[in-house]
């Protein structure tokens, strides 16, 4: 198997589409937490924070790529 085999592209794929989901999750545990009310401390506003940060991460982490020399 190679690198760039379709398994690769699968696992890649597969990576980028849990990345965009833990995002949007994310997005939905702040905008929830900010709609009842929660102020800048409430636990919803900091969950919301780092799933949206583990999910930006992640997803800039898979398209660095891997390349020669990385």
Partial sequence: MTADGP???????????LSLFFIA??????ATTIASGGGPL???VLM?????????GRFWVSSRGSGPGR
């Fill in 7 to 17: 398994s690769a592209r699968a696992y890649q794929g597969a990576v980028r589409a």
């Fill in 25 to 30: 999750l994310g997005a939905v545990i702040l």
């Fill in 48 to 56: 919301g924070v780092a799933f949206v940060a583990v999910g930006a």
């Fill in 42 to 44: 409430a636990i919803g």
